[in-house]
């Protein structure tokens, strides 16, 4: 089955430190695509970094970078100098083609990153 | 640009009414999602459309579940008849292409509330 797994359902960062946040995927495909959502406390949903597994270097996106792995199957989120605004619940997600070639798109489960002042 | 607009924000509702929840996705994306977000359950795929076509609708919890997207800016999720457990955020997404390798952007959420 194609699944996205984040063990990590709650971290702590200090304020002005790195964070990585754990993602493994499983999947046949050959082509697909990784992503990374933030979700405040406010609740809405925001679209944060994009890797496809195709590329052959890191995504990174401002404090943002993916550290991918292919070999391994796993898309960590790392978060450079922790804002207090980073606390939210972060949602790895996986899109992978259907047999039309359509996304079939599956999340995880999250991860509450909270950041200590 | 605007982003994915949703409405309302928050709807309650009685057992056995039709509820009918909005999105307006961003122009020029021509993919479509409906997602539900629950403590127990987490984000569930609903349905997906492409270029206002129903592509998978295998997320739909049953029946009283049904979607339409008649143009390319506008879609709705109606409910009938809601259920208590049908409370939950429901969230519109859109995305710019049908592949695999498209980011999907949110709307706000509708929070709805069924007693």
């Known amino acids: 089955a194609q699944k996205i797994t984040q063990t990590q359902p709650g971290m702590f960062v200090q304020e002005k430190e790195a964070v990585t946040l754990d993602c493994t995927y499983d999947?046949?495909?050959?082509?697909?695509?990784l992503f990374w959502y933030k979700q405040p406390s406010s609740g809405e949903m925001i679209f944060l970094i994009y890797?496809?597994?195709?590329?052959?270097q890191n995504a990174t996106e401002g404090r943002y970078s993916l550290n991918f792995q292919k070999a391994r199957k796993s898309a960590n989120l790392v978060i450079s100098a922790s804002q207090l605004g980073d606390s939210a619940m972060y949602f790895c997600?996986?899109?992978?083609?259907?047999?039309?070639?359509?996304?079939?798109?599956?999340f995880g489960t999250g991860t509450k990153l909270q950041v200590i002042p | 640009d605007a982003g994915v607009i949703q409405s309302p924000r928050h709807e309650v509702t009685e057992m056995g009414q039709e509820v009918t929840l909005r999105c307006k996705p961003i122009s020029g994306h021509n993919s479509l999602f409906w997602y539900r977000q629950t403590m127990m359950r987490g984000l569930e795929l609903l349905i997906y459309f492409n270029n206002n076509v129903p592509i998978d609708d295998s997320g739909m919890p049953e029946d009283r579940f049904s979607a339409k997207m008649p143009n390319a800016s506008f879609s709705t999720l109606k409910i009938q008849p809601s259920e208590p457990r049908d409370s939950a955020v429901y969230f519109c997404?859109?995305?710019?292409?049908?592949?695999?390798?498209?980011?999907?952007?949110f709307g706000p959420g509708t929070r709805l509330t069924v007693t």
């Open positions: 890797q496809g597994s195709y590329d052959e």
């Open positions: 997404a859109s995305s710019p292409g049908q592949g695999p390798l498209y980011e999907q952007y």
């Open positions: 997600a996986m899109s992978r083609p259907d047999s039309g070639g359509y996304q079939k798109v599956t």
């Open positions: 999947t046949s495909d050959q082509s697909y695509g």
